[in-house]
């Protein structure tokens, strides 16, 4: 297991492994004291909505969104895993030609419908992970409401009041990415 670092401001959370691009804000609901929720556009033109999900190893929709994008789908694997209370399950996965949040864009993005997912209301397509962000640096303020994607240029500008904190990494075959922090 790789050890990264992650700096924390306030309630910030950013990646400093990541390549950035230029710095966007955006809003974020948060549902029920709980869910963060973020707009997002799957294959540039489906615009809905994705619960943001760092402890999701990667993207999971519901069966009715995959249903929208099943004719843009290929078919990439199967995987198991296992939830946070170790419930085990087996995902079939595939490969979406892109998924954007903000000014963030990713190819080739492997989902996994989830039929659970399926039961929640209010026009949640399903979860957007930890995974999707590897590459790009941000900050949730909750204050604001606010995901921030950050550059380059803000990371630096934070640095000297930045605490940094061990993280353990876990990246399953590239598919699914989990962090760990170390607790006392």
Same mark, same amino acid.
């Given at each position: 297991?790789?050890?990264? $670092?992650?700096?924390?401001?306030?309630?910030? &959370?950013?990646? +400093?492994?990541?390549?950035?691009?230029?710095?966007? *804000? +955006?809003?974020?609901?948060? %549902?029920?004291?709980?869910? +963060?929720?973020? /707009?997002?556009?799957?294959?540039?033109?489906?615009? *809905? $909505? &994705?619960?943001?999900? *760092?402890?999701?190893?990667?993207?999971?929709?519901?069966?009715? &969104?995959?249903?929208?994008?099943?004719d843009t789908a290929i078919p990439a694997g199967i995987m198991t895993g296992f939830t946070s209370i170790a419930g085990r399950f087996n995902l079939k996965l595939y490969r979406i030609p892109s998924l954007q949040i903000g000014n963030y864009r990713k190819e080739n993005v492997i989902i996994a419908p989830y039929s659970d997912l399926d039961a929640r209301q209010g026009g949640i397509a399903g979860l957007v992970s930890l995974k999707f962000f590897e590459n790009q640096p941000f900050t949730m303020d909750f204050a604001a409401k606010n995901l921030i994607l950050e550059t380059s240029e803000s +990371?630096?500008?934070?640095?000297?009041? %930045? /605490?940094?904190?061990?993280l353990k990494e876990k990246n399953e075959i590239g598919i699914a990415l989990s962090v760990f922090l170390p607790l006392v």
């Amino acid at each position: 297991v790789k050890m990264r $670092y992650l700096i924390i401001i306030c309630v910030s &959370f950013v990646f +400093l492994h990541a390549q950035a691009i230029s710095k966007d *804000t +955006l809003s974020m609901e948060i %549902a029920m004291n709980r869910f +963060l929720i973020v /707009e997002a556009a799957v294959n540039d033109s489906i615009k *809905t $909505y &994705f619960i943001l999900d *760092t402890g999701a190893g990667l993207e999971i929709v519901s069966n009715q &969104f995959f249903n929208k994008v099943k004719d843009t789908a290929i078919p990439a694997g199967i995987m198991t895993g296992f939830t946070s209370i170790a419930g085990r399950f087996n995902l079939k996965l595939y490969r979406i030609p892109s998924l954007q949040i903000g000014n963030y864009r990713k190819e080739n993005v492997i989902i996994a419908p989830y039929s659970d997912l399926d039961a929640r209301q209010g026009g949640i397509a399903g979860l957007v992970s930890l995974k999707f962000f590897e590459n790009q640096p941000f900050t949730m303020d909750f204050a604001a409401k606010n995901l921030i994607l950050e550059t380059s240029e803000s +990371l630096r500008a934070m640095s000297p009041n %930045a /605490e940094i904190i061990p993280l353990k990494e876990k990246n399953e075959i590239g598919i699914a990415l989990s962090v760990f922090l170390p607790l006392v």
